[in-house]
């Protein structure tokens, strides 16, 4: 199997219809908190699930149009909000027991201008009999309606059957827009149009001759707007000493060496206690979209001022979005004579998780650095899209596991039986054991450390899934050397390093 993409397939609908019961059913264990009480989820949740050979990841999501008691109704809705940004097929649940509510005719419209796939799933058909009941959902406007039970096991197969379809059918949608209108004429405009909406204001259909998109965050005044300058060579962005001027994600395409790329600019991050006004939030809002449809980010730091909250924050929301990253310090001519080793040390004990996160020192006003920047930016995206043999990365986790075997748990010894690739960007490994709740943290971080080490993907954060291995397939990995893998061999972005260059 090709790596690729993992599609992901959101499931969304309003409170206590059965998502995380859905949700754990096809994930094929616990996962999400099922309670009868509305609002349990707030968390996007995923897992691992494989329906044929296929690997799709699912998104559990908190109920929609709900008035969170706790007051946080926003975070819930922009946690929404992100997985269906990121789905390549959202399934909208309802319950067939308590009847079609105002809550889920909201929801119903709130989706209806999103151009992708959307599969009304009626949840709680727990006998035939209830089938019936499904009829009046048709109002929706969603078709087919898929009635299943997560109690009780029904319509399985079917519904991942229709999300198969419904992946293949999208595929083409992209590659030939009258395939809608062939496949619904009555929405095909509506469906168009939004698409055509979206590649403005999201710009996730980017030209397929760009070569990278780069988004570039930061609190407000650290220097994004003169480093796009710098890289676009061009005013493109008003540039101002008044912190706060971006106030929108602005999409700047400029070439480089015969290739183009898109610098995406975005609104200076506040505090949340510090936003003052709408446009203030709907700008942290398109700022961490930018995120999520950028192939690499850079993290904008202002030597004159302490890493703040604001950018642990978003250090941890561009990592949790799996995403290439990149410090950069900018202004750093304001800084000699320090050296860039002092501050580049203070940035590895800030964020010790992110070892393996480059570090930049660039002063955009003159261009010092700026090109270095694009190049290892360029390199970063190149290792995010690596493909690695199952045969290399069996050779790597059989050295690890003698190295260092997986500790006692439940008086039980944890196994792993093989590792493979799935997909790219991020990097994704699934490594198929006797029990994946055998394996602690800390194993699974020595595990990641070691693929790091010896694997092309030095710089960029990785996805490791563990999987339960079907009795009649366990083959354990064979220990045919006990000589280790070799390093893969560092170049200017090996782990932990960075651009320490005084400029």
């Given at each position: 199997?090709?790596?690729?993409?993992?599609?992901?397939?959101?499931?969304?609908?309003?409170?206590?219809?059965?998502?995380?019961?859905?949700?754990?059913?096809?994930?094929?264990?616990?996962?999400?908190?099922?309670?009868?009480?509305?609002?349990?989820?707030?968390?996007?949740?995923?897992?691992?699930?494989?329906?044929?050979?296929?690997?799709?990841?699912?998104?559990?999501?908190?109920?929609?149009?709900?008035?969170?008691?706790?007051?946080?109704?926003?975070?819930?809705?922009?946690?929404?909000?992100?997985?269906?940004?990121?789905?390549?097929?959202?399934?909208?649940?309802?319950?067939?027991?308590?009847?079609?509510?105002?809550?889920?005719?909201?929801?119903?419209?709130?989706?209806?201008?999103?151009?992708?796939?959307?599969?009304?799933?009626?949840?709680?058909?727990?006998?035939?009999?209830?089938?019936?009941?499904?009829?009046?959902?048709?109002?929706?406007?969603?078709?087919?309606?898929?009635?299943?039970?997560?109690?009780?096991?029904?319509?399985?197969?079917?519904?991942?059957?229709?999300?198969?379809?419904?992946?293949?059918?999208?595929?083409?949608?992209?590659?030939?827009?009258?395939?809608?209108?062939?496949?619904?004429?009555?929405?095909?405009?509506?469906?168009?149009?939004?698409?055509?909406?979206?590649?403005?204001?999201?710009?996730?259909?980017?030209?397929?001759?760009?070569?990278?998109?780069?988004?570039?965050?930061?609190?407000?005044?650290?220097?994004?707007?003169?480093?796009?300058?710098?890289?676009?060579?061009?005013?493109?962005?008003?540039?101002?000493?008044?912190?706060?001027?971006?106030?929108?994600?602005?999409?700047?395409?400029?070439?480089?060496?015969?290739?183009?790329?898109?610098?995406?600019?975005?609104?200076?991050?506040?505090?949340?206690?510090?936003?003052?006004?709408?446009?203030?939030?709907?700008?942290?809002?398109?700022?961490?979209?930018?995120?999520?449809?950028?192939?690499?980010?850079?993290?904008?730091?202002?030597?004159?001022?302490?890493?703040?909250?604001?950018?642990?924050?978003?250090?941890?929301?561009?990592?949790?979005?799996?995403?290439?990253?990149?410090?950069?310090?900018?202004?750093?001519?304001?800084?000699?004579?320090?050296?860039?080793?002092?501050?580049?040390?203070?940035?590895?004990?800030?964020?010790?998780?992110l070892e393996f996160v480059a570090i930049a020192f660039i002063t955009a006003k003159n261009g010092k650095n700026v090109q270095t920047v694009l190049n290892l930016a360029q390199h970063l995206h190149k290792q995010a899209a690596a493909r690695v043999s199952t045969g290399e990365l069996n050779r790597v986790l059989n050295w690890a596991m003698e190295q260092q075997s997986p500790p006692l748990r439940q008086n039980r010894r944890p196994k792993i039986f093989y590792v493979t690739q799935v997909a790219v960007h991020p990097p994704t490994l699934v490594l198929f054991t006797n029990g994946p709740e055998l394996f602690d943290n800390t194993y699974v971080r020595y595990l990641e450390t070691t693929f790091r080490d010896?694997?092309?993907?030095?710089?960029?954060?990785?996805?490791?899934?563990?999987?339960?291995?079907?009795?009649?397939?366990?083959?354990?990995?064979?220990?045919?050397?006990?000589?280790?893998?070799?390093?893969?061999?560092?170049?200017?972005?090996?782990?932990?390093?960075?651009?320490?260059?005084?400029?």
């Amino acid at each position: 199997m090709t790596p690729t993409r993992i599609p992901v397939i959101a499931i969304v609908g309003r409170p206590n219809v059965g998502k995380s019961s859905l949700f754990n059913w096809l994930a094929g264990r616990r996962i999400a908190i099922v309670e009868p009480t509305a609002g349990v989820t707030r968390d996007r949740l995923t897992a691992l699930i494989q329906a044929d050979d296929q690997f799709l990841e699912l998104m559990d999501t908190g109920g929609m149009e709900m008035n969170d008691e706790s007051g946080l109704t926003p975070q819930v809705e922009r946690q929404i909000q992100a997985a269906i940004d990121l789905a390549a097929v959202i399934l909208f649940v309802v319950d067939v027991r308590a009847g079609m509510m105002p809550l889920d005719e909201a929801v119903a419209n709130r989706l209806r201008h999103i151009a992708k796939p959307i599969l009304c799933v009626v949840n709680k058909c727990d006998t035939p009999a209830l089938d019936a009941q499904a009829a009046e959902f048709f109002k929706l406007g969603y078709e087919p309606l898929l009635c299943v039970s997560a109690m009780q096991g029904r319509g399985k197969e079917e519904l991942l059957s229709q999300i198969r379809r419904a992946l293949a059918g999208n595929h083409q949608a992209k590659g030939d827009p009258s395939s809608r209108i062939r496949k619904n004429a009555g929405q095909a405009s509506r469906i168009l149009a939004n698409a055509a909406i979206d590649a403005v204001t999201d710009g996730a259909n980017a030209p397929a001759d760009v070569a990278m998109k780069l988004a570039i965050v930061g609190r407000r005044n650290t220097g994004k707007s003169t480093f796009i300058n710098s890289l676009a060579q061009a005013e493109r962005m008003i540039v101002s000493e008044v912190p706060g001027t971006t106030r929108d994600s602005v999409d700047v395409r400029f070439e480089r060496d015969g290739q183009s790329f898109i610098a995406i600019d975005t609104a200076g991050v506040r505090r949340k206690r510090s936003i003052q006004s709408n446009v203030e939030f709907y700008s942290l809002a398109r700022a961490e979209r930018s995120i999520r449809r950028a192939d690499v980010v850079l993290l904008f730091l202002d030597p004159k001022q302490r890493v703040s909250k604001v950018d642990k924050q978003l250090a941890s929301y561009i990592l949790e979005q799996h995403k290439p990253a990149m410090f950069v310090v900018n202004k750093w001519d304001l800084m000699r004579p320090m050296a860039t080793g002092e501050w580049g040390q203070y940035i590895r004990a800030t964020f010790p998780s992110l070892e393996f996160v480059a570090i930049a020192f660039i002063t955009a006003k003159n261009g010092k650095n700026v090109q270095t920047v694009l190049n290892l930016a360029q390199h970063l995206h190149k290792q995010a899209a690596a493909r690695v043999s199952t045969g290399e990365l069996n050779r790597v986790l059989n050295w690890a596991m003698e190295q260092q075997s997986p500790p006692l748990r439940q008086n039980r010894r944890p196994k792993i039986f093989y590792v493979t690739q799935v997909a790219v960007h991020p990097p994704t490994l699934v490594l198929f054991t006797n029990g994946p709740e055998l394996f602690d943290n800390t194993y699974v971080r020595y595990l990641e450390t070691t693929f790091r080490d010896h694997l092309p993907f030095h710089d960029v954060p990785m996805k490791l899934y563990l999987r339960n291995k079907r009795r009649e397939d366990k083959q354990p990995i064979v220990h045919e050397s006990r000589k280790g893998p070799k390093k893969q061999k560092a170049g200017r972005s090996a782990r932990g390093s960075g651009l320490w260059k005084d400029v």
